[in-house]
């Protein structure tokens, strides 16, 4: 079966099988690999895309039902010219990225946390990547490089 | 012996996800081996009506999916053996959430993040919102609905113990008409309730709590998110000026096969004064109602202590509110 | 050293792929590969039991798949593993299967679905035993022998009272005279300390891809190892091939922690890939990674430990049992390195330790961060703390008396002559604490 959906700014019409995962179409049909595959059953966050502009685990949403959706992929927060976004700087500049499974879902969820939230508390920060499990940094360093990246929107502007 | 044995290789396969029990009721009859893979057939309609009628013809053999956050982990692995699916997720008359002087009505497809952030239903369903705030994460609020969490009718669902608290009712609908059935009436046992294969949940309805309603809510678990509750807590009190307790509704998951109301807990604190309520009588009536099981998410001497604790100490905090 | 790094903050060199998506971890390489075939591992029904009999010819009807590989088809294969080579690289007819993790058949299919569905279909006949749970069980008298090869010749140190058939390794530590120490000591406090299995779940399970050369008569895999020249040496002997005739290629790793010290994906890839001369790729899932790949031991900790009146230790005995589960794998290192802590940062001047590795069916364990010297150190500073309760020491008054310093000698017998930094340690954490004098933990 055909769907159509906009990721990245892009319309995308992809033939896929009833049984294929929103994260299979990312990854293989459209080679989108920054969206991970942990676990496959949504515990682990490392799938995590924006889908209709909320994270989402791309593992657990049946790829058909996103026929008609909006998604965002780290991929699609790279600027034309390929620079990176204010919020990837940030992970960098924080140190917050050690064996990197879980960056690209971590950042997808930062990136719709500071949407809603310029200035998050950093307990605010935990709640909301309480889905994104990391197992080498202890997540110190992710939650500055998110507080990091909301100074820096502050300074600099608003988000894209 | 050759039998037995390929019963028992082909039991470990699936058993590699060990808490992921059947959501379906007979799901020899949605898995098709010989199936040719990927010619499923998808079935995604507008109208309830519709889906009603899909439902009719195909029962058991089509798997529904909404939000997938249970169904897509119970096929985990199994998903090219699937071989018809009813997706709910395009029809808008499910996703309302509908305030009226007596009640408040619920579509099923309004996901755990709608409930959480709604401003009304903070204000009138404290518990409800609070419990929908607490499920999984982010992102599984995101795409789980309240209607899946009552389907699914895990005892340890976190909508579960508030929606007994408010007195919520179901509204089953089929080809054939709607029938309404009271949340408590729902659940027969663990994963189990009394859903037809011809039915789909499209309301709940909850009345509105009285005014002077207190409420506690507790979810107790290994960590704070993506956890299965060990044991969840609905506390609903409607005290009076004087302090005197009118109405009381106790309700908990994961202490039994359902999610189950205290009645004996409830008659004891109704009519009482608050600040009468003799905290220990009340954690031990709440110790000795329930009937949970030891598994990996708790004891069950676990669970009746922390029972007793959550419980006297929730009535301790609306003593001293 | 370097004044460029040291104090400073230094920025990883391929962060900025892993920011923007572009790392390259192994299924990221699956789209290179245009006619790849799909792998599943039949694993083991039973966690002790032999295999009497395989049936795979439903298996091979099903559409999609290639072929079903069971140990008949590599008649020559060894065993493998990174000290010991004691573990099966496929459980064969007539052999043993000694966890659940244990691989008994691979399907390799056009998809996934195709090799799942061909999994399904094998029927295997096993004659179950008897299973042994945890170490304790192992070594009672007339227990089990799950490794019936293995032979082990014990030290006198162990009681010979028990069954040591299932004794993977055991060492001991006997340093001054801990009969004299307890003599000297006011005090004599014993306690038992015991720690789970731990799983190191990191993020990318095992996952890997392998190809072959057909004009080099290569083996080419791609996987993530902590160890990529062992992991060679280790998959060239099983499958009795030069070593330069399997290359490794390593993908971004995905995190690891010790648990891709062991061979995983590896030699199964690479016999599916050099027998079908096409790639091949398997995937684990988390369930099976959980299942078939190593843990942290869980050890039975005992401490003896003998105290002046004034808060000096004056010998010190543990012992200290471990399983090691179905396989060796680090075990024999894991169960070394602990004892070498029995005692922790505290000079005592008379130490014996007894430490052994025990054989069960359970999953086996191996590298964990800290190599058995963490499970050590929730039981030797637990300990302190009860002595320092009983006793009624304050508990950092009470380490910092007996903390190494420069001059020190370990359990293991090193004199420590530079950067010693023990009792700094404590007091910054006194500090940091706010504990106060009298302060207790109830």
Redesign the interface.
Known sequence: MKITFTINNKEKTVEVSPHQRLLDVIRKELGLTAAKEGCGKGECGACTVLLNGEPVASCLVLAPQADGAEILTVEGLLSEEGDIHPLQQAFLDAGAVQCGFCIPGTIMTSYRLLQEKANPERQEIREALAGNICRCTGYQKIIDAVELAAEKWQAGGEVQ | MMKNSRQNASNRQENFGENSKKGQKEPEQVLGQNVPIGSADYLAPESLNKALEYRSRYGYKAVVIAGGTDIMVDYFEKLPEVTSWLDLTKISALKNIEITREEIIIGSLVTHLEIARNEELKKYLPLLAAASSEVGSWQIQSRGTIGGNIVTSSPAGDTLAPLLAYQARFVLASTEGEREVAAEEFFVGPKDNIMEPQELLTKIIIPHPPENTISRWWKVGKRKAMIISSLTMALLLEVNKNDRIQSARAAYGAVAPTPLRLESLEEYLTDKDLQEVELKKAGNLAEEAISPISDIRGTEEYRRQVTRDITIEALREMQQR | MSKKYIGK?V??V????????????T??L??EFSDLLHMRV?????PHAYLK?I?ISEALEV??VVAVFTKADFPKLSEFGLIIKDQPVLVGKGEKMRF?GDAIALVVAE?D??A??G??K?????EELEIVEDPLQAMEKGCIQIHEDHDIEVTHYLNKDMCCDNILSDNYIDRGDVEKGFAEADHIIEREYKTQFVE??????EKGIADYDNENEEIIIWAASQWIHDTQADIAQAMGVPKEKIRLKQP??????GKKEDISVHIHLALAARELKRPVVLLY????SM?AQSKRHPQIIKHKTGVTREGKLTAWETEMIMDTGAYASSGPAVVRNAMFHCSGPYQVENVRAVCYAVYTNNTYCGAMRGFGATQMGFSYDNHMDVIATELDFDPFEFRLKNAFAIGSKTPGGEELNHGVNVKETIEAVHEASNWQEGDKDD
Do not use: M, S
């Open positions: 903050a920025k990883k391929d962060a900025q792929a892993k920011v923007n998506g572009e790392a390259e971890y299924e990221d699956i789209n039949l694993r083991a029904p039973h009999d049936d559409p999609g659940l998809n679905a195709a799942l569905r999994r399904e094998i029927k295997l006949d096993i190191q779940l990191p993020l990318q399970v971004v790793i995905g995190g690891a922690f899932n988390r369930e099976e299942i």
